[in-house]
C-alpha cells in the first residue's frame, strides 16, 4: 500500500492505488465457464477412479480402479487388520493437509462460501491437487465421508485459478468459482439441474443473466462429459413401485409426510450440532493433529469391525451407496442379525452420524452430502416401518419414506431447499414422489431453523467471525467488503484546535473526508461536501468540532458492505470509518471511509446493462 500524505498541525492526507482488473464480456465468461465444465467432470472421473484404486488395494490388496460403491460389498481379506486401513490412510491425509493445502481439510464447502465472501474468490490451484489426493485417500481407506464435497471444492479451484490468470474481477471470479462447484455436482451425481440449483442457493451472492448463464453451460458440459466418462445412469436405480402413478393423497400420509418432515429436522439439528462438536474437541486432544487423527480412525476402523461380526458388513465405511440401495430395494442385502430391519436402520443412522462426524473432526478430507443422503435414508426407511404399524391407511413405504428423508436431509441440513427436491427427483427419476417430497423437505428445513439458524455449512464460517447471507435477494456488490468500496483518500485533523490548526492550505478540497481524532481516540467525522472548507477561508478560528458528525460508525476492512450499511442505517449516519486489525481501533487503524458517494459508485459499475 502506498501513501501519500501532506501533513500540517495534526492533519495528514491518505490515498492508496488498487489494481486494475479485467473484465470479459459474457460470452467469454460461458467459453471460459465450458472449460471450467469439461475440466471438473474429467475430475469427476478422476477422483472415482483413484478413490477405487484406494480402495481396492487397501480392502483386498488388488489393483483396480472398478468399484461400484452402491454395491455392499463383502468384508475385507485382511479380517480385523483393516482397522489399519483409515488410520494410515488418514495419517497421509494429514500430512497432504498440513504440508501443502490446509483448505483441503474437512468438507470444502464452507472453504468455497469463505473464498467467495471473504478472499475475493482466490482459492489456490494447488487445492484441487490435494483435495483429490486426500478425499481419494479419506473415502478409498474408509473414513465416512462422500465424494461431492471434493469434487466442488476441485472445481470451484479450477475456476478460481482461471480467473487469476487471466486477472478478472471479483465478480466475474465468483461466477466461475460458483460454475465448477455446480459442474461438480451434476458431474458427480449427473444430476444438471441440481448443479445449477446448489451454486444459485449456496454459493452465488447474485442471480442474473451475468452469473446463471455461466453456471448453466458448466453444468451441462460437466454432465455431458461425466454420463460418456461415468455412465448415464442415475445415482440410484428405484424399483417402479415405489409410489405407483396417480396415487391419491389420503389425510394419514400427510400426517406421516409431516411428521417424516419433523424427525428428519430433528435429525438434522443433531448433525450439525455434533459435527460441530467434533470439529472442536479433537483439536483439544494433546498429542497433535497426528495422534487427533489416530484417535478418530480407530473410533471408525473398530465401529466397521464391529459391524462386520455381528451383520456380515462394514455399513458405515465410504460415501455408504450400498446401504442407500439395499434400502431402496426393500431392505435386500442388509443383513440384519435377527434384528427388526427398522432397529437396524435406526442403529446405522446413530453409527453414521458418529463416523461421519469422528472423521471429519478428527482430519478427513471429504464432503457431508453422501453422508446426509445415508442419513435421510436410513432414518426415513426406519420411520416408514414403525409409522406402518401405527397408521396402516398411510401406506407409506421403507424404500419411498427413504427417498422423501434423503431430500428432506439435504434440505434442511445444508439450507439448499430447491436443490435437495430436484436433485433427489434427478438421482432417483421418480416423479410421482415429488409432492410428499416437497412437503417433508419444507417441514424439515422449518424444524431445523427453528432449533437452529445456521446450517451445516454456514457454522463452520460463523466461528470464524464470518457470517454469510442466507438470503439471495442482494447484489454482489453488497458482499464486497468494505476495503473494496472505501474511498481511500482522506484527511486525518486533530479535535480541539481552529480549522487554521488543524488543516492546511495543501489539502483545501471540499471532496475529502476527515477524520477527527483527539488522545488517541477517534472522536467524529466531517463528511465530503460538509461546508468546511468554505468556512476556513471565511473564519480560519471556527473548530472542526462545528461541522463533525459525533455519531461514529465503524466497521473493520474485512466486513461486508450489505453489514455497514445496515449499521448506516441503524444509527442513521452518513458515512462509516473504516480501520483493520483486531480490538479496539485507534487513529492509525483508519485505513478509509466508506461514503454515499462510494456506494453509488460502486452500484453504478456493478450496473450490467
Request: proline share 4%.
Amino acid at each position: 500500500m502506498s501513501l501519500s500524505m501532506a501533513s500540517s498541525a495534526g492533519a495528514e492526507r491518505t490515498q492508496t492505488q488498487a489494481e486494475p482488473e479485467t473484465r470479459v464480456n459474457l460470452l467469454i465468461l460461458c467459453l471460459l465457464s465450458l472449460v471450467i465444465g469439461l475440466a471438473t467432470g474429467v475430475g469427476a472421473w478422476a477422483l472415482r477412479a483413484l478413490i477405487g484404486v484406494i480402495h481396492n488395494f487397501a480392502y483386498y490388496g488388488r489393483f483396480s480402479y472398478v468399484y461400484d460403491a452402491n454395491i455392499l460389498e463383502s468384508t475385507s481379506r485382511f479380517g480385523n487388520w483393516i482397522i489399519l486401513a483409515p488410520i494410515i490412510g488418514g495419517l497421509i491425509v494429514v500430512f497432504l493437509v498440513r504440508q501443502f493445502a490446509p483448505e483441503a481439510k474437512g468438507h470444502g464447502v464452507p472453504e468455497v462460501m469463505d473464498a467467495i465472501y471473504y478472499t475475493r474468490g482466490n482459492i489456490r490451484g494447488l487445492v484441487a491437487i490435494i483435495k483429490t489426493l486426500a478425499s481419494a485417500l479419506s473415502i478409498g481407506t474408509g473414513a465416512a465421508v462422500g465424494r461431492e464435497g471434493p469434487i466442488i471444492q476441485i472445481g470451484s479451484s479450477l475456476g478460481s485459478a482461471f480467473s487469476q490468470r487471466l486477472n478478472l474481477n471479483t465478480t466475474q471470479k465468483v461466477t466461475l468459482i460458483s460454475a465448477g462447484a455446480g459442474a461438480g455436482i451434476a458431474a458427480t451425481f449427473n444430476t444438471p439441474l441440481g448443479g445449477v440449483l446448489f451454486a444459485l442457493e449456496i454459493l452465488l451472492p447474485e442471480v442474473s443473466n451475468r452469473t446463471f448463464l455461466p453456471v448453466v453451460v458448466a453444468t451441462g458440459a460437466a454432465t455431458l462429459l461425466g454420463r460418456i466418462m461415468i455412465g448415464p445412469n442415475p445415482a440410484f436405480d428405484v424399483p417402479a413401485d415405489v409410489m405407483p402413478l396417480g396415487h391419491a393423497f389420503v389425510v394419514e400420509q400427510v400426517v406421516a409426510y409431516t411428521g417424516l418432515g419433523l424427525l428428519v429436522g430433528v435429525g438434522a439439528w443433531a448433525f450439525i450440532r455434533v459435527l460441530v462438536f467434533m470439529e472442536d474437541i479433537f483439536p483439544e486432544i494433546p498429542g497433535g493433529p497426528y495422534l487427533q487423527n489416530i484417535i478418530g480412525m480407530t473410533i471408525v476402523g473398530g465401529l466397521m469391525i464391529v459391524l462386520a461380526h455381528y451383520f456380515g458388513h462394514y455399513y458405515v465405511d465410504g460415501v455408504g451407496y450400498g446401504v442407500i440401495q439395499a434400502i431402496l430395494a426393500g431392505g435386500k442385502g442388509l443383513s440384519t442379525n435377527g434384528m427388526e430391519l427398522w432397529a437396524l436402520l435406526g442403529l446405522l443412522f446413530a453409527l453414521k452420524l458418529a463416523a461421519t462426524t469422528v472423521s471429519l473432526g478428527s482430519g478427513a478430507s471429504g464432503g457431508i452430502f453422501s453422508p446426509s443422503l445415508y442419513l435421510g435414508a436410513t432414518l426415513g426407511g426406519a420411520f416408514a416401518l414403525l409409522v406402518g404399524r401405527l397408521l396402516p391407511g398411510a401406506d407409506l413405504q421403507a424404500p419411498s419414506a427413504a427417498i422423501i428423508g434423503m431430500a428432506a436431509m439435504v434440505g434442511a441440513g445444508s439450507g439448499a431447499v430447491m436443490t435437495a427436491i430436484v436433485m433427489v427427483f434427478e438421482m432417483t427419476r421418480d416423479y410421482e414422489i415429488i409432492v410428499p417430497v416437497i412437503v417433508a423437505v419444507a417441514v424439515a428445513a422449518g424444524m431445523r431453523r427453528v432449533l437452529i439458524s445456521e446450517t451445516i455449512y454456514t457454522i463452520k464460517l460463523r466461528h470464524r467471525g464470518h457470517r454469510i447471507p442466507k438470503e439471495r435477494h442482494a447484489n454482489l456488490y453488497l458482499e464486497s467488503q468494505a476495503q473494496d468500496v472505501m474511498e481511500r483518500n482522506f484527511v486525518r485533523a486533530q479535535s480541539g484546535v481552529p480549522l487554521a490548526a488543524a488543516l492546511h492550505s495543501d489539502v483545501l478540497d471540499d471532496l475529502a473526508p476527515v477524520v477527527v481524532e483527539r488522545d488517541g481516540r477517534i472522536v467524529g467525522l466531517v463528511q465530503p461536501r460538509s461546508g468546511l472548507w468554505s468556512r476556513f477561508r471565511a473564519d480560519p478560528d471556527v473548530k472542526i468540532e462545528d461541522f463533525m458528525e459525533r455519531t461514529l460508525v465503524l466497521v473493520r476492512d474485512t466486513d461486508l458492505l450489505g453489514r455497514a450499511l445496515a449499521r448506516l442505517k441503524r444509527h442513521r449516519a452518513g458515512a462509516a470509518i473504516v480501520y483493520t486489525g483486531e480490538g479496539k481501533p485507534g487513529p492509525k487503524d483508519v485505513v478509509g471511509v466508506v461514503t454515499k458517494r462510494a456506494i453509488a459508485d460502486i452500484v453504478i459499475n456493478n450496473f450490467d446493462d
